[in-house]
T-cell receptor
Framework: SQQGEEDPQALSIQEGENATMNCSYK?????LQWYRQNSGRGLVHLIL?????REKHSGRLRVTLDTSKKSSSLLITASRAADTASYFC????????????????FGQGTILTVHP | DTEVTQTPKHLVMGMTNKKSLKCEQH?????MYWYKQKAKKPPELMFV???????INESVPSRFSPECPNSSLLNLHLHALQPEDSALYLC????????????????FGPGTRLTVL
């Protein structure tokens, strides 16, 4: 079952504007990750935030995590047409150190369209 | 090499056919994954291999049979599929996690678009 819920389901903005996507989840997590998927292609890892972190930056990306509210947000600043894609949050709820792999549960995704 | 490759890119098969999907990575990852993704939906985990051993089978029907011949290769054997199995099949890999809070970002291949007639 998918534990992540994302909103909005779709977001349409102009180039240069900021885009904010939100993700909520239900169980405790080790980390939360954001991925981008261009139409019909593989997913690309964007950023990972651990359960003991509150904010993380990577280039034009800013991720926040509020474990008390079980929610995260992804901010893309100064968006470009090339940012047009689907964005998924994914939670890893495995026990830290308990397994050698990560079992990710993906949210429903946000479709971002950036108009030139 | 930071790439996960998948072949074929597209596959059309009948319900009586037997085919295989292949996935390869040379990043030294010891965890490999198969996901199924329907249009406009998130990926759904099917199988996880850790150190070449099957660690997770998410109650996938037996017409899907995974195989991990070595640490770089992952196969998905298909037999007697149904039209509802048509989807994008994604392979991913990640570093093994040792110790606490080890990051486990997954690297995805481009996927195989499967159509079952």
């Amino acid at each position: 079952s998918q534990q992540g819920e994302e909103d909005p389901q779709a977001l349409s903005i102009q180039e240069g504007e900021n885009a904010t996507m939100n993700c909520s989840y239900k169980t405790s997590i080790n980390n939360l990750q954001w991925y981008r998927q261009n139409s019909g292609r593989g997913l690309v890892h964007l950023i990972l935030i651990r359960s003991n972190e509150r904010e993380k930056h990577s280039g034009r990306l800013r991720v926040t995590l509020d474990t008390s509210k079980k929610s995260s947000s992804l901010l893309i600043t100064a968006s470009r047409a090339a940012d047009t894609a689907s964005y998924f949050c994914a939670t890893d709820a495995g026990r830290a150190g308990g397994t050698s792999y990560g079992k990710l549960t993906f949210g429903q995704g946000t479709i971002l369209t950036v108009h030139p | 090499d930071t790439e996960v490759t998948q072949t074929p890119k597209h596959l059309v098969m009948g319900m009586t056919n037997k085919k295989s999907l292949k996935c390869e990575q040379h990043m030294g990852h010891r965890a490999m994954y198969w996901y199924k993704q329907k249009a406009k939906k998130p990926p759904e985990l099917m199988f996880v291999y850790s150190y070449e051993k099957l660690s997770i089978n998410e109650s996938v029907p037996s017409r899907f049979s995974p195989e991990c011949p070595n640490s770089s290769l992952l196969n998905l054997h298909l037999h007697a599929l149904q039209p509802e199995d048509s989807a994008l099949y994604l392979c991913a890999s990640s570093h093994p996690r040792r110790g606490l809070l080890r990051d486990n970002e997954q690297f995805f291949g481009p996927g195989t678009r499967l159509t079952v007639l």
